[in-house]
């Protein structure tokens, strides 16, 4: 089948598109609201798009009343966010942290997740997060009739656990398995990693 996007709904567009595009990295983004609360909610339109400077790209809608989202409205206004990424144990909170709560009211209040600091932010991490990074407010811009925000963080600490990470001749490495990040699918999917392999790039 052919699909020709000029001819659907932007709801109908969105749902093909996030089911075609698997499966995609979840940003899991704590900022801080404007009564010092801590808003936690999840972003699969994610990924790096550079790394000089070290930027990722985050596309942040509106809620379903027009209203622009928390995190959108933290960022901008704050500028200090921790974008964690998600394990495959995460799945539960990561999908009840993505309920539409009034501003300033958290969703940690109903979740068992225990912070810590993140020295150097202004913003604690998510504790048994395997991998956290500092990010700040660097650009937006904006596209479509419904503004829809592509913001540009810059990440100026990155925190891997201990037991991830390992050298050698000069570069880190992660264990993507030991992560065992969670991916975004279409609908209410997610899916774990499954099987690794690697094939060596031609030289």
């Not at 379903?64 to 966010?81: A, P, T, V």
Request: proline share 6%.
């Amino acid at each position: 089948m052919i699909f020709d996007l000029d001819t659907l709904s932007p709801n109908r567009r969105y749902h093909l598109m996030t089911q075609g595009l698997v499966p995609r990295p979840i940003a899991w983004i704590l900022s801080r609201n404007d009564n010092d609360s801590l808003n936690l909610a999840p972003f699969s339109f994610f990924n790096a798009v550079c790394s000089d400077p070290p930027l990722l790209m985050l596309s942040i809608g509106r809620k379903d009343g027009g209203e622009i989202k928390d995190s959108r409205r933290n960022i901008l206004s704050k500028r200090d966010f921790v974008i964690q990424i998600p394990s495959r144990h995460h799945a539960s909170a990561v999908t009840a942290s993505a309920a539409s709560l009034e501003y300033e009211e958290s969703e940690l209040a109903s979740l068992e997740l225990e912070l810590t600091d993140f020295p150097g932010c202004s913003v604690p991490r998510i504790a048994d997060a395997g991998i956290a990074m500092h990010c700040e407010f660097h650009d937006v811009h904006y596209l479509g009739p419904a503004e829809q925000a592509i913001v540009y963080a810059r990440v100026r600490q990155f925190y891997a656990s201990d037991d991830l990470v390992s050298e050698t001749n000069g570069r880190y490495s992660i264990n993507a398995a030991a992560l065992d990040p969670l991916a975004r699918l279409g609908g209410a999917q997610y899916a774990g990693l499954g099987e690794l392999f690697a094939i060596a790039r031609p030289s």
